[in-house]
């Protein structure tokens, strides 16, 4: 669990726009589509939902879409040393607060009270699953989204409600949208799990209507009285990074859906036109060390024939190609590419391909095959697919590298996990090496060598 408080100064907004959260890819929503669908909002504090969503709300009420909120508590324990409002009374007072700001939202929702306690929501996990899967029940699977707070919020009511969310989600194949909303005080911007979130783009109308709802809640964001203990508990500093024109979100779409390699295709060129280097792959630390990492992972000293799978601007394959006589970098995006092959431009043996994998594949056999922060932007179908033809293009001996990111994949059905234990056992291939820590991932595969 994250230290701290509401009192922090935590990351400023200025810090968060120059980290480029603004740059970040938007979630696509089709609004014919939105009106045949049902969204189950979660909240597990009153204001919780205007703040992390309340644009998105919304939306949501311009569309037409079917709108339910599951409020699990009232919110009684925001102001334990309070000398003039008890618990009970607080309860009451934000209750209140809530219908109006729901009320001026989503007019049309249905909600639903709970009446679980504050901060204890650990203690109800099976009681919220259970109102969740009853809200969600009835629906074709694509046709349902829950929206809760993000899992890894910091604070323990939010954990949990993201954590029982995102399992209801899994098990019924519905999708899922996690909304951050004390993260971006305790984070710092070199905190790069932010970097695989969406967007979701605000009207100037739908702007006005969170800002609305968020002034519902005046227990929050006003103090109670002037008497020490009744302070404001949102201060105008944090409430900055809810006034943007887009509200951010960790997308985890239904795997009924079809999330495709031709979806990443347009994404990532879209990301890369964007911005030239949209993950910090030349500037960032971790970046820079994992790479390192990854060549020192290689157990040849050099390769005869090389091939990287989504090599993207190139950064790792200029390392790559150092250690190969001939090396080919392949990426679905051409923006990217372009970088890239202006990048490998001093080794004439290097090239790059526009190419997306495993529907198109390049020609040849490879001793190195690497499989890097991509296996996840592919459907298990496509991963698969995808193995197979690493396996008949990889000569005996050689090495597959995978290297993966262990966090959520907001959008993609896979993570690093079930990339390198498809990859294990579609291929039965040896482990050679396998390095983990909290944020990666990367393992060394190495063919069976048929002259032995």
């Known amino acids: ?11 400023p907004e200025q810090d968060w726009a120059a980290a480029g959260v603004a740059a970040l890819p938007e979630l696509p ?36 879409a079917a709108v339910e909120i599951i409020l699990c508590t009232a919110g009684e324990a925001s102001h334990p040393d309070s000398p003039t409002t008890t618990p009970e009374q607080l309860a009451a007072v934000r209750l209140a607060e809530f219908g109006t700001a729901m009320s001026g939202l989503v007019p049309g929702a249905t909600w639903r009270y709970l009446e679980l306690p504050d901060g204890k929501l650990a203690a109800s996990a099976d009681r919220i699953a259970a109102a969740v899967e009853e809200s ?36 019924g194949n519905y999708g899922l949208l996690e909304y951050p909303i004390w993260y971006w005080l305790w984070a710092g911007t070199e905190d790069t799990t932010w970097n695989h979130w969406v967007r979701v783009p605000l009207s100037p109308e739908e702007q006005h209507a969170k800002a ?28 900055e990074h809810f006034s943007r024109p887009w509200e951010t979100f960790a997308w985890h779409p239904s795997t009924a859906g079809n999330n495709s390699a031709a979806d990443a295709e347009r994404i990532f060129d879209e990301v890369h036109t964007r911005e030239t280097d949209p993950w910090s792959y030349t500037t960032s630390w971790y970046e820079r060390r994992k790479r390192a990492l990854t060549m020192a992972a290689l157990p040849k000293e050099s390769y005869e024939s090389g091939l990287e799978l989504g090599c993207s601007i190139g950064t790792l394959s200029d390392e790559l190609a150092k250690r190969c006589r001939n090396f080919l970098g392949v990426d679905a995006s051409s923006a990217a590419l372009a970088q890239a092959a202006k990048r490998l431009e001093g080794q004439p043996s ?61 959008g993609w059905q896979l993570d690093a996990e079930s990339v390198h234990a498809m990859a294990r056992k579609y291929l039965g291939w040896p482990t050679h090496g396998l390095y983990q820590e909290k944020d990666f991932m990367l393992e060394v595969l190495v063919a069976p060598d048929s002259s032995v």
């Open 212 to 239: 609305t709802a968020m002034r519902a809640h005046a227990s929050q964001i006003e103090p109670l009285s002037a008497q020490p203990g009744d302070e404001t508990l949102l201060s105008e500093t944090f409430l």
């Open 29 to 64: 929503l089709d609004t014919a589509e939105l009106a045949a669908m049902k969204f189950v909002v979660l909240a597990a504090h009153p204001d919780d939902e205007s703040l992390g969503a309340g644009g998105l709300l919304a939306k949501l009420q311009a569309a037409g």
């Open 350 to 410: 290097a090239v790059v391909k526009h190419l997306t994998v495993p529907q198109q594949w390049p020609e040849g056999r490879f001793d190195l095959v690497v499989l890097s922060e991509t296996g996840y932007y592919l459907s298990p179908e496509e991963l698969t697919e995808l193995l197979a033809r690493i396996q008949d293009s990889t000569l005996p001996g050689g090495t597959l590298l995978l290297c993966h990111w262990r966090h959520p994949i907001s």
């Open 1 to 11: 669990m994250v230290a701290f408080t509401h009192a922090d100064v935590g990351t």
């Open 136 to 171: 969600s029940a009835g629906q074709s699977p694509q046709n349902v989204v829950i929206v809760a707070p993000y899992r890894a919020d910091g604070h323990t009511d939010h954990d949990t409600l993201g954590t029982v969310a995102a399992d209801v989600a899994s098990q």
